[in-house]
């Protein structure tokens, strides 16, 4: 009977997974990057972030494990292999092992390391009750308000290592290293993120809160990468650069 129970409780795992629909979740962002409306689409295999007020798009493929910015001024894609920018980190850490310590703490991000994370009970956002944790690194904090009632619509695995990723596409240098621990901590919390707050020396505050949570399909053009625009590949270049 032990395979029979088996069998069920997958066949309820699959069944729960096929029925999570396609979510899109307007915003709105204050700050000196992502200012303005925002829209994240999200399906079991991609997830975009449209921002018109700066003309640019995130497009999140969790199946090949790429993220791609896309600027619309410029008309230019820049891809990042998910695999690229760990062999980077690990290149960059490997750079910065035997620096003098004085020096290191001079570089953006070099003085952090340590990350604390402090429970911050519970808010309401866009009628969802959320919980709230902010997360420390030094100079940099981390403020993330979740609903662990909505569940993202891609594969558990491939999102909790995108959250881990996720930071270390803003920080480069010292702060890089540190930044995974940030990430590693993310990807602890459950639910999606309705409201975060994020303060980065040389960036300042930048805030991003939902105004309206929808589900329902999304055609799948919605999704794809625009024609004529050039494609440069930014995690090459970057694990090339840190490997020497």
């Known amino acids: 009977m032990f395979p029979i129970v088996r069998l069920a409780a997958l066949s309820l795992v699959l069944a729960a997974q096929a029925l999570a629909g396609d979510l899109t979740i307007s915003m709105t962002g204050t700050g000196k990057v992502g200012a303005g409306p925002q829209t994240q689409l999200w399906s079991s295999k991609f997830m975009r972030t449209n921002n018109p007020g700066f ?19 410029k008309k230019v894609i820049q891809k990042m292999a998910w695999d690229d920018l760990e062999a980077a980190v690990e290149g960059m850490a490997k750079q910065f092992k035997d620096m003098p310590p004085a020096l290191l703490a001079m570089m953006p991000g070099g003085g952090g390391g340590d990350v604390s994370v402090e429970d911050g009970g519970k808010e309401v956002i866009v009628g969802r009750t959320c919980h709230k944790w902010t997360i420390t690194m030094g100079k940099m904090v981390f403020e993330t308000s979740n609903d662990p009632s909505l569940k993202p619509p ?9 959250m881990k990723l996720k930071n270390l596409m803003s920080a480069m240098g010292p702060a890089a290293t540190g930044m995974r621990k ?5 990807a602890k919390i459950q639910g999606m993120a309705l409201k975060t707050r994020t303060v980065m ?13 929808k589900e329902g ?5 919605a999704f794809a990468l625009p024609e004529g625009y050039k494609l440069e590949d930014q995690g090459q270049k970057l694990a090339k650069q840190f490997a020497k």
Do not use: N, Q
């Not at 594969?155 to 995108?162: E, I």
């Not at 940030?182 to 993310?186: K, N, Q, R, T």
């Open 154 to 162: 891609i594969p558990a695995v491939s999102y909790a290592r995108f």
């Open 182 to 186: 940030v990430g590693d901590e993310m």
């Open 217 to 221: 399909p999304i055609p799948a053009v």
């Open 55 to 73: 003309a640019s798009d995130t497009l999140v493929d969790y199946e090949k494990g790429i993220t791609y910015t896309i600027d619309h001024k």
């Open 201 to 213: 020396p040389m960036v300042g505050e930048v805030t991003t809160v939902a105004t309206e949570v």
